[in-house]
T-cell receptor
């Protein structure tokens, strides 16, 4: 069965410092992996996805994510955090062989302090 | 483009009342989804549709019904509201070709059942 874990409920980082939001997954086949961001009172917005190929994926707003097959991880990263990056981040996984059903993690709240 | 539009944005119901949540998308997407978001639980799939005239149960379908009479609209109904259905409801849509496409979300309906 598919599953996604975001081990940290909240991540705190100072503005200008690098940030990492962690995600690990479990699927029976090869995964499609996604990161979404949610701002207050808004729906989820797509940030980036991993389908195949280069393990480092670049997305919107300067975010990137590193796919690690051996560790079944897909951590979200940004070299220099902004206060405006403060939001709720969701990792999601879809099994390529299991149709289109997407499983979302519980979310990690990122707080960037000025 | 408006993307995915949900109405209403807020609603308060009494236990036992019924209501319908409307989702409309203008991207010609085949797939549409209804999720509920509860604190610490991520997104849980209620029902989904793979095309006009089709619907299917998701992870937590009990107490809800859906209809997809037109490709652009996906309705979520609560026949007899219960306090456990207090939540934020999100509609999403996606293309049908391939399962590597992200979902596009509306801004949610905040529903309180008293």
């Amino acid at each position: 069965a598919q599953s996604v874990a975001q081990p940290e409920d909240q991540v705190n980082v100072a503005e200008g410092n690098p940030l990492t939001v962690k995600c690990t997954y479990s699927v029976s086949g090869n995964p499609y992996l996604f990161w979404y961001v949610q701002y207050p009172n808004r729906g989820l917005q797509f940030l980036l996805k991993y389908i195949t190929g280069d393990n480092l994926v670049k997305g919107s707003y300067g975010f990137e994510a590193e796919f690690n097959k051996s560790q079944t991880s897909f951590h979200l990263k940004k070299p220099s955090a902004l206060v405006s990056d403060s939001a709720l981040y969701f990792c999601a996984v879809r099994d390529m062989t299991g149709g289109f059903k997407t499983i979302f993690g519980a979310g990690t709240r990122l707080f960037v302090k000025a | 483009n408006a993307g995915v539009t949900q109405t209403p944005k807020f609603r308060v119901l009494k236990t036992g009342q019924s209501m319908t949540l409307l989702c409309a998308q203008d991207m010609n997407h085949e797939y549409m989804y209804w999720y509920r978001q509860d604190p610490g639980m991520g997104l849980r799939l209620i029902h989904y549709s793979v095309g006009e005239g089709t619907t299917a149960k998701g992870e937590v379908p009990d107490g809800y019904n859906v209809s997809r009479l037109k490709k652009q609209n996906f309705l979520l109904g609560l026949e007899s509201a219960a306090p456990s259905q207090t939540s934020v409801y999100f509609c999403a849509s996606s293309y049908s070709e391939g399962s590597n496409q992200p979902q596009h979300f509306g801004d949610g309906t905040r529903l309180s059942i008293l």
